[in-house]
């Protein structure tokens, strides 16, 4: 009797410790996802009047780059931007005023920063299981000039893109793909701005960079 006694109350104690243990830590993860850039004609340097042609397609399911598994982003607000800086001043200064866009797939908004500066984000069209966006840049004044696409908005970026894991940071790389030419990650030197001359190429290759001369 007593042996049966001191049983129960070792596997009660053992019930009581059991629910006592600490719980299991929450999933948290990164995310790191990759845009195809298509830019053309990727020349060194352009006239006045030329013509720039950005394009980019891609899946709405996209590749985790850390895990190589893909996602539905469907839902997900890229807040896709083209950056387009005047190089040859200190410091190198927005330069979306400067030229005209003209759409061509989807729809880009231009929201007014400050004198001068234009935000561009970007609307894609969803057709089928992509996304698609395209734009003609036309360059309407001389110098160094450099354009790019970024996100940088995801830094705050925390609903879930899996419903089972915390979403801990998310990071958007734009891959460019020059037409005819390269990016000209060399003519950076020819930047006035200090900031913008030393960028390191993988930062410079993240946001699709592409550097060029616009001649009269």
């Given at each position: 009797?007593?042996?049966s006694?001191?049983?129960?109350?070792?596997?009660?104690l053992g019930?009581f410790?059991?629910?006592?243990?600490?719980?299991?830590?929450p999933?948290?993860?990164?995310?790191l996802?990759?845009?195809?850039?298509t830019?053309?004609p990727?020349?060194?340097?352009?006239?006045v009047g030329?013509t720039i042609?950005?394009?980019m397609?891609?899946?709405?399911?996209?590749?985790?780059?850390n895990?190589n598994?893909?996602?539905?982003?469907?839902?997900f607000?890229?807040?896709?931007?083209?950056?387009?800086l005047?190089?040859d001043?200190?410091?190198a200064?927005?330069?979306?005023?400067?030229v005209?866009?003209v759409?061509k797939?989807?729809?880009?908004?231009?929201?007014?920063?400050?004198?001068?500066c234009?935000?561009?984000?970007?609307?894609?069209?969803?057709?089928?299981?992509?996304?698609?966006?395209?734009?003609?840049i036309?360059?309407?004044?001389?110098g160094l000039y450099?354009v790019?696409?970024?996100?940088s908005?995801?830094?705050e970026?925390t609903l879930p893109?899996q419903e089972?894991?915390?979403?801990?940071?998310?990071?958007?790389?734009?891959?460019?793909n020059?037409?005819?030419?390269?990016?000209n990650f060399d003519?950076l030197?020819?930047s006035?701005?200090v900031?913008?001359k030393?960028?390191?190429?993988p930062?410079?290759?993240?946001?699709?960079?592409?550097v060029?001369?616009?001649?009269d």
């Amino acid at each position: 009797m007593k042996n049966s006694i001191m049983f129960f109350g070792i596997l009660i104690l053992g019930l009581f410790c059991t629910s006592c243990d600490p719980p299991a830590a929450p999933c948290e993860r990164d995310y790191l996802f990759s845009i195809p850039v298509t830019l053309s004609p990727a020349s060194d340097t352009f006239q006045v009047g030329d013509t720039i042609c950005l394009s980019m397609k891609f899946p709405i399911r996209l590749e985790d780059i850390n895990t190589n598994e893909f996602f539905d982003l469907h839902d997900f607000p890229f807040n896709t931007s083209i950056s387009h800086l005047k190089l040859d001043t200190t410091p190198a200064l927005c330069a979306n005023a400067l030229v005209k866009f003209v759409e061509k797939q989807g729809r880009l908004d231009l929201i007014p920063l400050s004198v001068g500066c234009l935000a561009t984000v970007v609307n894609y069209d969803t057709r089928e299981d992509s996304l698609f966006f395209a734009v003609d840049i036309i360059l309407r004044s001389e110098g160094l000039y450099g354009v790019g696409c970024n996100s940088s908005f995801l830094e705050e970026y925390t609903l879930p893109i899996q419903e089972s894991c915390k979403t801990k940071s998310v990071e958007i790389h734009y891959s460019l793909n020059p037409i005819g030419g390269d990016s000209n990650f060399d003519f950076l030197q020819y930047s006035k701005d200090v900031q913008k001359k030393n960028l390191s190429k993988p930062f410079f290759d993240s946001d699709s960079g592409f550097v060029f001369f616009v001649t009269d």
